[in-house]
C-alpha cells in the first residue's frame, strides 16, 4: 500500500513564522530598549508584519513580552541541561554534572540586557503570577527535575526538593543579579560569584553527613 503523504498546514506554517519573527524582533528591542521604551510599530516592522498580526497571536504588548520572556528562560534550561549532558557523555560525576548546568546559566547572566530583562523586567512588567508560572515551567521546573535526579544518588538527601529548587535557583539569581554592568569588572566577579554558590552547594550537599559527625562527636 501507498502511504498517502501527510497534507501540509500552510496557515500553522505562517503562524509559526509570524511568531518566531514577532519574538525575535521583539527580543532584540526588549533587551536593548526595556519594554517601556519599544515600539510596538517597530518591533512589527523588524519582523516584517502587521500590528495587528502582533495583537492576533499575543493580544497585546505585554503577551509578547511574556512569550519572549518564556522563550528565554527555555533557551537558558537548554543550555544548562546541553551543559550538564555533556559532562555526563565525557564520563563525569552526577554532581560534575550539575555544577555545569550552574555554570552554563551563571555564564549567560553575564549579558547585561538578557539580565536585565529576566531579572528587572519580567517581575515588574509581568508581576509576581505570571512570571511565576513561567519560571515553574521553565528554570524552577528544570532544577526541581535536577534536584530529584540528584536525590535518587544520594545527593541533597533529606532536603525539600521543591524549596531547595527555590533556594538554588533564588542564589543563582541573585549571583547573576549582582554582576557588575562594566564588562571590564565582570570576569573577577563571575569568579567570585561561582565560587561562592559551589561553596554554599557543597555545603547542602553534605548536610547529612555533617549532622552523623555531630551525633558521633557527642
Known amino acids: 500500500m501507498t502511504e498517502t503523504p501527510t497534507k501540509r498546514d500552510g496557515r500553522k506554517e ?10 525575535m524582533a521583539a527580543l532584540r528591542w526588549f533587551s536593548e530598549q526595556g ?17 495587528g498580526a502582533l495583537y492576533h497571536h499575543y493580544g497585546d504588548k505585554k503577551g509578547l513580552f511574556a512569550a519572549v520572556v518564556e522563550q528565554v528562560d527555555a533557551q537558558l534550561v537548554q543550555q544548562a541541561f546541553a551543559a ?7 564520563g563525569g560525576s552526577p554532581w560534575d554534572a550539575f555544577l555545569a548546568s550552574i555554570n552554563a546559566v551563571l555564564q549567560a ?3 547585561a540586557p538578557l539580565r536585565r ?40 538527601a533529606g532536603h525539600d526538593a521543591e524549596r531547595l529548587a ?5 542564589a543563582l539569581y541573585g549571583g547573576m543579579d549582582s554582576l557588575p554592568a ?4 565582570v570576569h573577577e566577579a563571575l569568579a567570585d560569584i561561582r ?15 555533617s549532622l552523623d559527625l555531630n551525633l558521633r562527636i557527642r
Open 109 to 111: 547572566g553575564t549579558n
Open 182 to 185: 562594566a564588562d571590564a569588572d
Open 35 to 51: 519594554f517601556e521604551k519599544a515600539p510596538v510599530g517597530s518591533i512589527c516592522a523588524d519582523a516584517g508584519v502587521t500590528v
Open 117 to 156: 530583562l529576566m531579572l528587572v523586567d519580567a517581575p515588574a512588567v509581568l508581576g509576581a503570577q505570571v512570571w511565576g508560572d513561567i519560571r515553574q515551567r521553565q528554570g524552577l521546573g528544570a532544577m526541581r527535575a535536577q534536584i530529584d535526579a540528584l536525590q535518587v544518588h544520594g545527593i541533597f
Open 14 to 23: 505562517n503562524a509559526s513564522a509570524t511568531q518566531a519573527a514577532l519574538q
Open 166 to 170: 527555590r533556594i538554588v535557583l533564588g
Open 195 to 209: 565560587q561562592s554558590l559551589v561553596a554554599m552547594l557543597e555545603g547542602l550537599r553534605f548536610k547529612e553527613a
Open 84 to 90: 550538564r549532558s555533556a559532562v555526563v557523555e565525557a
